[in-house]
């Protein structure tokens, strides 16, 4: 058991170093002056799934569950 808590712990770690770097990669959610002008209802904002802004929000997404569940994982005492 402790060489796959030891393995656990390394997914871990690398879970959280992916997870703040992909959190960092990603642009700010206000549009500033740009919604006053109906910015927000461009091809990038319809499209967003497709584009590299929506592979981030989905990565982060799957990361933050990754991270919790190893989390609760590594809490029990087995």
Known sequence: MDILRIIITIIF??????LTVVV????GKSAGL???AGA????????????????????????????MVMAAVLNINF
């Open 13 to 18: 770690v690398i879970d959280c170093i992916a």
């Open 40 to 67: 927000a209802d461009t091809y990038w904002g319809k499209n967003k799934g497709r584009s590299v802004e929506g592979a981030l929000e989905k990565s982060t997404k799957f990361m933050a569950i990754g991270f």
């Open 34 to 36: 740009g919604t006053i």
């Open 24 to 27: 960092l990669l990603q642009e």
